[in-house]
């Protein structure tokens, strides 16, 4: 495993053919969950999103985002007003966990220079929240399109499969009459049956 500047650790990728292997896994994994995901969460793919599940999904996100991306805290002491030095005795700690406390009133209220240090975890955060809420959003409705793509083509195989079948006695009653066969059924009554069926099948 190797790590990162943040301190993560990554899969190390020995080679292409490694990589491949190793994105494979983890792209089956990662649609798997979204599965998961999407039985929980069935609105995800709809225009009306149940509001409380998607704050929970953005909440598990968020959580990832800490654990592998959030700021080392940083303690600080201040001078004058609005002058923040760094201090690892200082007075004054920023993490995550306090940019992201505050309200957005309690936001747009502090000092510009507290401000945008917040700011800057809050960005972070943010951005990573959206991109992977979406990248799960656009899986879960690759999924749902997959699977009524295929449940539009097993339709497609029934009918045909039921079209030939019925198509077939046409054939048969051709070939049986050709034979002289007797008390073959009237091919006008023998029609109207096969559109009959079909239609009841629709």
């Known amino acids: 495993m190797a790590t990162s500047r943040k301190g993560t650790t990554t899969p190390e990728v020995v080679n292409v053919r490694d990589g491949g292997y190793q994105a494979a896994r983890v792209l089956g994994k990662f649609v798997d969950i979204c599965k998961g995901i999407l039985f929980l969460f069935p609105s995800i793919v709809t225009d009306k999103v149940d509001a409380e599940a ?34 690892p005795e200082g007075g004054i700690e920023l993490n995550a966990d306090i940019a992201l406390a505050y309200s957005t009133y309690e936001f747009g209220k ?57 198509e ?18 009237d091919p006008a009554k023998l029609a109207k049956a096969i559109a009959a069926f079909k239609a009841a099948l629709k």
Not at 54 to 80: C, D, N, T, V
Not at 113 to 132: C, E, G, H, L
Not at 169 to 182: D, I
């Open 54 to 87: 998607a704050s929970e999904l953005k909440e598990g996100i968020l959580r990832a985002w800490k654990e592998a991306h959030a700021p080392k805290p940083q303690r600080f002491r201040r001078e004058g007003d609005d002058t923040y030095i760094p201090d």
């Open 168 to 185: 077939g006695f046409n054939k048969r009653l051709a070939s049986a009459a050709k034979r002289g066969e007797p008390d073959l059924p």
């Open 110 to 166: 502090l000092s510009p220079n507290w401000k945008a240090m917040v700011a800057d975890i809050r960005s972070s955060a943010s951005k990573y929240v959206s991109k992977r809420y979406s990248r799960i959003e656009t899986e879960c409705k690759r999924i749902v399109a997959e699977g009524e793509e295929r449940q539009a083509r097993r339709k497609a195989d029934f009918g045909q499969y039921v079209n030939d079948v019925l």
